[in-house]
Nanobody, 118 residues
Framework: VQLQASGGGLVQPGSTLVLSCAVS??????MGWFRQAPGKEREFVAA???NGGGAYTKEGRFTISTDNGFLYLKMTGLKSEDTAVYYC???????????????????WGQGTQVTVSS
């Protein structure tokens, strides 16, 4: 499984940004987005089960979706605290409880930097 994240950049507070992740290789049961700010642990942002089992997000400002080999993360009302490197990830787990924990994701993209600043 290969993952390639893109779409990050410098945006102003309150902006909307959509991150993309190109997914190739074996089909996985779960896909997710995590982020890591400087000096902090990598944390859950959003995830979804690929069999239509549902989508789960950290906050209502985030929306995860998939289409034609791409995984997307739409973020609205961006705040300075959203500044981080964002990673897409894939897992064979199909139990939604495991989607929130990064240790259940063996496949990771390289990350894309999102900086929210005026």
């Amino acid at each position: 499984v290969q993952l390639q994240a893109s779409g990050g950049g410098l945006v102003q507070p309150g902006s909307t940004l959509v991150l993309s992740c190109a997914v190739s290789g074996r089909r996985m049961n779960g896909m997710g987005w995590f982020r890591q700010a400087p000096g902090k642990e990598r944390e859950f942002v959003a995830a979804m089960l690929m069999n239509g089992g549902g989508a789960y997000t950290k906050e209502g400002r985030f929306t995860i979706s998939t289409d034609n080999g791409f995984l997307y993360l739409k973020m609205t009302g961006l705040k300075s605290e959203d500044t981080a490197v964002y990673y897409c990830a894939a897992t064979a787990e199909y139990n939604r409880l495991y989607l929130y924990d990064r240790k259940y994701y063996p496949y990771w993209g390289q990350g894309t930097q999102v900086t929210v600043s005026s």
